[in-house]
Protein backbone atom coordinates (compact mmCIF):
# COMPACT_ATOMS: atom_id res chain seq x y z
CA UNK A 1 0.00 0.00 0.00
CA UNK A 2 1.63 3.43 -0.83
CA UNK A 3 2.06 6.14 1.16
CA UNK A 4 -1.34 8.43 0.08
CA UNK A 5 -3.50 5.26 0.44
CA UNK A 6 -1.95 4.52 4.13
CA UNK A 7 -2.79 8.32 5.30
CA UNK A 8 -5.86 8.35 3.57
CA UNK A 9 -6.87 5.06 5.79
CA UNK A 10 -5.13 6.32 9.05
CA UNK A 11 -6.59 9.87 9.59
CA UNK A 12 -9.39 9.72 12.02
CA UNK A 13 -11.29 12.57 13.74
CA UNK A 14 -9.28 13.37 16.93
CA UNK A 15 -11.49 15.21 19.40
CA UNK A 16 -8.37 15.59 21.75
CA UNK A 17 -5.13 18.26 21.31
CA UNK A 18 -1.99 19.49 22.81
CA UNK A 19 -1.94 23.21 23.51
CA UNK A 20 1.46 23.24 21.56
CA UNK A 21 0.84 25.52 18.30
CA UNK A 22 1.55 23.90 15.25
CA UNK A 23 4.24 25.14 12.76
CA UNK A 24 4.03 27.92 11.03
CA UNK A 25 5.63 25.95 8.39
CA UNK A 26 3.25 22.96 8.93
CA UNK A 27 0.15 25.53 8.80
CA UNK A 28 1.83 26.76 5.37
CA UNK A 29 1.38 22.66 4.16
CA UNK A 30 -1.80 22.22 5.53
CA UNK A 31 -3.06 25.40 3.42
CA UNK A 32 -1.24 24.79 0.45
CA UNK A 33 -2.62 21.02 0.04
CA UNK A 34 -6.20 22.90 0.41
CA UNK A 35 -5.71 25.35 -2.26
CA UNK A 36 -4.29 22.25 -4.94
CA UNK A 37 -8.02 21.00 -4.44
CA UNK A 38 -10.23 20.39 -7.37
CA UNK A 39 -12.86 22.67 -7.97
CA UNK A 40 -15.62 23.21 -10.31
CA UNK A 41 -14.45 25.22 -13.34
CA UNK A 42 -11.08 25.64 -11.34
CA UNK A 43 -13.11 29.03 -9.75
CA UNK A 44 -10.88 28.26 -6.33
CA UNK A 45 -14.40 29.29 -5.04
CA UNK A 46 -12.54 28.98 -1.09
CA UNK A 47 -11.66 31.54 1.15
CA UNK A 48 -10.02 30.22 4.08
CA UNK A 49 -9.77 32.17 7.84
CA UNK A 50 -7.05 30.50 10.02
CA UNK A 51 -7.98 31.61 13.96
CA UNK A 52 -4.82 30.67 16.38
CA UNK A 53 -5.50 33.92 18.22
CA UNK A 54 -6.61 32.85 21.89
CA UNK A 55 -9.25 35.53 22.27
CA UNK A 56 -10.88 35.07 18.40
CA UNK A 57 -11.46 30.98 19.31
CA UNK A 58 -12.91 31.82 22.87
CA UNK A 59 -15.47 33.97 20.96
CA UNK A 60 -16.00 31.55 18.16
CA UNK A 61 -16.41 28.82 21.18
CA UNK A 62 -18.92 30.89 23.14
CA UNK A 63 -21.17 31.56 19.90
CA UNK A 64 -21.64 27.64 19.24
CA UNK A 65 -22.60 27.29 22.87
CA UNK A 66 -25.62 29.83 22.15
CA UNK A 67 -26.02 27.96 19.12
CA UNK A 68 -26.09 24.36 21.23
CA UNK A 69 -28.26 26.10 23.99
CA UNK A 70 -31.06 26.84 20.68
CA UNK A 71 -31.07 23.95 19.71
CA UNK A 72 -33.67 21.47 20.06
CA UNK A 73 -31.63 18.05 20.32
CA UNK A 74 -31.06 17.81 24.29
CA UNK A 75 -27.42 16.47 23.87
CA UNK A 76 -26.76 19.43 22.27
CA UNK A 77 -28.07 21.47 25.10
CA UNK A 78 -26.58 19.46 27.59
CA UNK A 79 -23.51 19.68 25.93
CA UNK A 80 -23.32 23.63 26.28
CA UNK A 81 -24.18 23.69 29.83
CA UNK A 82 -20.40 22.06 30.65
CA UNK A 83 -18.31 25.02 31.36
CA UNK A 84 -15.27 23.08 29.91
CA UNK A 85 -17.45 23.39 26.63
CA UNK A 86 -15.00 23.53 23.67
CA UNK A 87 -16.94 23.02 20.32
CA UNK A 88 -13.08 22.30 18.52
CA UNK A 89 -11.97 20.44 21.40
CA UNK A 90 -9.57 22.92 22.62
CA UNK A 91 -7.49 22.69 19.42
CA UNK A 92 -4.79 25.11 18.68
CA UNK A 93 -5.63 26.03 15.25
CA UNK A 94 -8.96 26.49 13.44
CA UNK A 95 -9.63 27.04 9.77
CA UNK A 96 -12.80 28.59 8.61
CA UNK A 97 -13.41 27.78 5.01
CA UNK A 98 -15.83 29.92 3.11
CA UNK A 99 -17.52 29.82 -0.28
CA UNK A 100 -17.81 32.46 -2.94
CA UNK A 101 -21.47 33.01 -3.08
CA UNK A 102 -21.87 33.47 -7.02
CA UNK A 103 -19.23 30.54 -7.30
CA UNK A 104 -21.08 27.02 -9.42
CA UNK A 105 -20.36 24.75 -6.30
CA UNK A 106 -18.52 26.65 -3.43
CA UNK A 107 -20.01 23.91 -0.70
CA UNK A 108 -18.21 21.22 -3.04
CA UNK A 109 -14.88 23.30 -3.58
CA UNK A 110 -14.85 24.14 -0.05
CA UNK A 111 -15.81 20.46 1.58
CA UNK A 112 -13.14 18.87 -0.98
CA UNK A 113 -10.47 21.72 0.27
CA UNK A 114 -10.90 21.07 3.86
CA UNK A 115 -10.71 17.13 3.18
CA UNK A 116 -7.25 18.05 1.50
CA UNK A 117 -5.84 19.62 4.50
CA UNK A 118 -7.25 17.04 7.10
CA UNK A 119 -5.16 14.33 4.76
CA UNK A 120 -1.96 16.84 4.74
CA UNK A 121 -2.40 16.94 8.59
CA UNK A 122 -2.64 13.36 9.10
CA UNK A 123 0.75 13.12 6.65
CA UNK A 124 2.47 15.89 8.86
CA UNK A 125 1.14 13.90 12.28
CA UNK A 126 -1.04 16.57 13.37
CA UNK A 127 -4.81 15.61 14.07
CA UNK A 128 -7.75 17.11 12.87
CA UNK A 129 -11.83 17.17 13.10
CA UNK A 130 -14.76 18.90 10.96
CA UNK A 131 -16.41 20.87 13.45
CA UNK A 132 -19.79 21.39 11.99
CA UNK A 133 -21.84 23.92 14.40
CA UNK A 134 -19.24 26.84 13.28
CA UNK A 135 -21.73 27.27 10.40
CA UNK A 136 -24.57 28.01 12.10
CA UNK A 137 -22.84 30.74 14.06
CA UNK A 138 -23.28 33.54 11.32
CA UNK A 139 -27.11 33.10 11.38
CA UNK A 140 -27.66 33.98 15.19
CA UNK A 141 -28.57 37.43 15.53
CA UNK A 142 -26.37 37.60 18.92
CA UNK A 143 -23.33 36.26 17.29
CA UNK A 144 -23.49 36.84 13.36
CA UNK A 145 -20.95 40.43 14.12
CA UNK A 146 -18.27 37.50 13.89
CA UNK A 147 -18.43 37.69 10.43
CA UNK A 148 -16.46 40.60 10.00
CA UNK A 149 -15.40 40.89 13.08
CA UNK A 150 -12.72 37.84 11.60
CA UNK A 151 -12.45 39.37 8.23
CA UNK A 152 -14.70 36.88 6.14
CA UNK A 153 -14.79 38.98 2.59
CA UNK A 154 -18.09 40.51 1.78
CA UNK A 155 -19.72 37.66 -0.71
CA UNK A 156 -18.74 34.46 0.89
CA UNK A 157 -20.82 32.14 3.08
CA UNK A 158 -18.61 30.51 6.08
CA UNK A 159 -18.93 26.72 4.76
CA UNK A 160 -17.30 24.45 6.90
CA UNK A 161 -14.35 24.65 9.35
CA UNK A 162 -11.98 22.21 10.85
CA UNK A 163 -9.95 21.75 14.29
CA UNK A 164 -6.43 21.28 14.08
CA UNK A 165 -3.81 20.07 16.35
CA UNK A 166 -0.97 18.12 17.67
CA UNK A 167 -2.98 15.10 19.25
CA UNK A 168 -2.97 14.65 23.06
CA UNK A 169 -3.26 10.25 22.49
CA UNK A 170 -3.34 8.18 19.65
CA UNK A 171 -5.92 8.17 16.98
CA UNK A 172 -8.81 6.19 18.09
CA UNK A 173 -9.60 2.82 16.16
CA UNK A 174 -12.02 3.55 12.92
CA UNK A 175 -15.27 3.30 12.93
CA UNK A 176 -16.27 0.27 10.85
CA UNK A 177 -17.13 1.19 7.45
CA UNK A 178 -20.78 0.28 5.97
CA UNK A 179 -20.83 -2.75 3.74
CA UNK A 180 -22.91 -3.01 0.52
CA UNK A 181 -22.40 0.24 -0.60
CA UNK A 182 -20.61 -0.47 -3.70
CA UNK A 183 -22.00 -1.32 -6.92
CA UNK A 184 -19.35 -2.28 -10.13
CA UNK A 185 -20.98 -2.26 -13.02
CA UNK A 186 -18.52 -3.62 -16.11
C1 LIG B 1 -20.07 17.16 7.36
C2 LIG B 1 -19.39 16.65 8.61
C3 LIG B 1 -19.69 17.21 9.84
C4 LIG B 1 -19.03 16.78 10.99
N1 LIG B 1 -19.25 17.45 12.17
C5 LIG B 1 -18.56 17.09 13.26
C6 LIG B 1 -18.67 17.86 14.45
O1 LIG B 1 -19.34 18.89 14.51
N2 LIG B 1 -17.98 17.45 15.54
C7 LIG B 1 -17.20 16.32 15.52
O2 LIG B 1 -16.61 15.99 16.55
N3 LIG B 1 -17.05 15.60 14.39
C8 LIG B 1 -17.68 15.96 13.27
N4 LIG B 1 -17.51 15.26 12.10
C9 LIG B 1 -16.60 14.10 12.07
C10 LIG B 1 -17.37 12.78 11.97
O3 LIG B 1 -18.04 12.50 13.17
C11 LIG B 1 -16.37 11.67 11.60
O4 LIG B 1 -15.78 11.95 10.36
C12 LIG B 1 -17.03 10.27 11.54
O5 LIG B 1 -17.51 9.90 12.80
C13 LIG B 1 -16.05 9.21 11.03
O6 LIG B 1 -14.90 9.16 11.86
P1 LIG B 1 -13.44 9.40 11.26
O7 LIG B 1 -13.38 10.81 10.69
O8 LIG B 1 -12.50 9.23 12.42
O9 LIG B 1 -13.19 8.39 10.20
C14 LIG B 1 -18.11 15.68 10.93
C15 LIG B 1 -17.82 15.12 9.69
C16 LIG B 1 -18.41 15.61 8.54
C17 LIG B 1 -18.01 15.02 7.21
Known amino acids: MNETIKTILSRRSIRA ?3 EQIKDEELQAILEAGKFAPSAMNQQSWHFTVVQNKELLHR ?3 ACRVVFEK ?3 ERFKERAKDENFSVFYNAPTFIIISGDEKAIAPKND ?5 GNMFLAAESLGIGSCWIHAVNYIF ?5 KSLKSDLGIPEGYTPLCSGAFGYKAAESPLPAPRKEGIV ?3 K
Open 110 to 114: CSLAL
Open 17 to 19: YKQ
Open 71 to 73: SDD
Open 183 to 185: NIL
Open 60 to 62: INE
Open 139 to 143: NVEET
